[in-house]
């Protein structure tokens, strides 16, 4: 159905950058939100920053001024820019899409995870 491709993870310093992608393939008809989660050790799934059609945008308070997400809907790409990153961002992050595919309606599409570990 859909499949999503993470890439952009790693390991950082404090106050360094990243930049996540998540390219989303498959026999997808249309898309609506595209977004991004992440999860710490001991810590829920939290939503981190979420986009849909129009461009409306959703982030965590934890990461407003820090961090910005974006979309390149040609591509089925999700971006997210990770700016001043710290200690706290470190978590698997996860793309997360919804859409529309064939045979099947609308419905949320995880990626496998991409780890940012921020050291100090």
């Known amino acids: 159905q859909v499949q999503l491709v993470e890439s952009g993870g790693g390991l950082v310093q404090a106050g360094e950058s990243l930049r996540l992608s998540c390219a989303a393939s498959?026999?997808?008809?249309?898309?609506?939100?595209m977004g991004w989660y992440r999860q710490a050790p001991g810590n829920q799934r939290e939503l981190v920053a979420r986009?849909?059609?129009?461009?409306?945008?959703k982030y965590a308070d934890s990461v407003k001024g820090r961090f910005t997400i974006s979309r390149d809907n040609a591509k089925k790409t999700v971006y997210l820019q990770m700016n001043s990153l710290n200690s706290e961002d470190t978590a698997v992050y996860y793309c997360?899409?919804?859409?529309?595919?064939?045979?099947?309606?609308?419905?949320?599409?995880w990626g496998q995870g991409t780890q940012v570990t921020v050291s100090s």
């Open positions: 997360n899409v919804n859409a529309l595919v064939l045979g099947a309606a609308w419905g949320d599409y």
């Open positions: 498959g026999s997808i008809l249309s898309i609506n939100a």
């Open positions: 986009t849909i059609s129009g461009g409306s945008t």
